[in-house]
C-alpha cells in the first residue's frame, strides 16, 4: 500500500487559527477558527488512512491565498482544485452548492429538488453540515424556506458574515 502526504497549514483569522488541508488532488479540508487541530486529525485518519499530514505553508498558499481575497471581499469565485470526500450523496449535495452563485441563496429543499431527491431535505442538510471545505463550496448560501439563517457548523455568526460580504443581507 501507498502512503501519500495531506499538507496542511493554517490562515489567521481574528487571531484564531482556521486550518487548511490538501490531498494531491486538491483542497480537502477547512476547520472553523473554533475547530482545533485534533479535529483535522481525525478527519485525515477517517477519510486518507495512509495519508500523512505534512505541514507546508508554501504548498498551500494559493488556497489560503484565495480564501483570503473572498473573506476581504476581493473574490467572487474560487478557481482551485478540490478533492471532496463523502457519499456519493454528500458529493451531489456538495456540487449542487458549488453551482449557487455568489451573492444569492437557495434554500434545503431547493437543493433536495436540484439533485432529484426532493423530499431528502433533511439528509440534504446532514450533507451540508458535512461539507468538509466550507466558504470554497458554499454551504453559508443554504437557508432555511422561510428565508431564516439556520444551523451553521461555523456558527450563525460567521454564516451572517460570510452572506455579508456577499452583499445578501440576512
Request: proline share 6%; with cysteine.
Amino acid at each position: 500500500m501507498n502512503t501519500f502526504n495531506i499538507y496542511w497549514s493554517y490562515l489567521l483569522l481574528d487571531g484564531e487559527k482556521m486550518h487548511l488541508a490538501a490531498s494531491p488532488k486538491g483542497l480537502c479540508c477547512i476547520l472553523w477558527p473554533n475547530e482545533p487541530f485534533e479535529v483535522l486529525e481525525k478527519w485525515v485518519k477517517k477519510h486518507f488512512p495512509l495519508g500523512s499530514l505534512v505541514y507546508d505553508q508554501e504548498k498551500l498558499a494559493v488556497y489560503g491565498r484565495q480564501i483570503e481575497e473572498y473573506l476581504s471581499g476581493q473574490r467572487k469565485t474560487f478557481d482551485i482544485p478540490l478533492d471532496l470526500c463523502g457519499t456519493d450523496f454528500q458529493i451531489a449535495v456538495w456540487q449542487a452548492l458549488l453551482k449557487i452563485p455568489y451573492g444569492t441563496t437557495k434554500s434545503y429543499s431547493e437543493i433536495a429538488k436540484e439533485i432529484g431527491r426532493p423530499k431528502a431535505v433533511r439528509a440534504v442538510g446532514g450533507a451540508i453540515g458535512a461539507n468538509p471545505v466550507p466558504i470554497v463550496v458554499p454551504c453559508h448560501r443554504v437557508i432555511g424556506k422561510d428565508g431564516s439563517l439556520t444551523g451553521f457548523v461555523g456558527g450563525l455568526d460567521i454564516k451572517q458574515q460570510l452572506l455579508k460580504i456577499e452583499g445578501t443581507f440576512i
